[in-house]
Nanobody, 127 residues
Framework: QLQLVESGGGLVQPGGSLRLSCAAS????????IGWFRQAPGKEREGVSC????????NYADSVKGRFTISRDNAKNTVYLQMNSLKPEDTAVYYC????????????????????WGQGTQVTVSS
């Protein structure tokens, strides 16, 4: 059974950092592009970042560019989202998603592009 599990969320003060993990079970991530999305209460789901299967292509939403870094460790079957300089507006449930192997480019911010979703991890940025 193909499954994605997010972890690493929590409560952090403004300016702090968190590292989210997206671990796969039931399949190997090597050939899958991975995306991170978030959804704050009362708001639509927002694409945050994505990475190609090789790791050679990454993309970031303007709202997180320069603060967040996506990376992958295929040996650990895990993708990471390093979040620095966190702001209260980053508060949301963060989800990772995987796309079945298909030709580039990765359609990063279209939810319909992604085939599998995790359950999400809560990130709260507050003093």
């Amino acid at each position: 059974q193909l499954q994605l599990v997010e972890s690493g969320g929590g409560l952090v003060q403004p300016g702090g950092s968190l590292r989210l993990s997206c671990a796969a079970s039931g399949f190997t991530l090597d050939y899958y592009a991975i995306g991170w999305f978030r959804q704050a209460p009362g708001k639509e789901r927002e694409g945050v970042s994505c990475i190609s299967s090789s790791g050679g292509s990454t993309n970031y939403a303007d709202s997180v560019k320069g603060r967040f870094t996506i990376s992958r460790d295929n040996a650990k079957n895990t993708v990471y989202l390093q979040m620095n300089s966190l702001k209260p507006e980053d508060t949301a449930v963060y989800y990772c998603a995987a796309a079945e192997p298909r030709p580039l480019p990765v359609i990063c911010y279209d939810g319909n592009y992604w085939d599998y979703w995790g359950q999400g991890t809560q990130v709260t940025v507050s003093s």
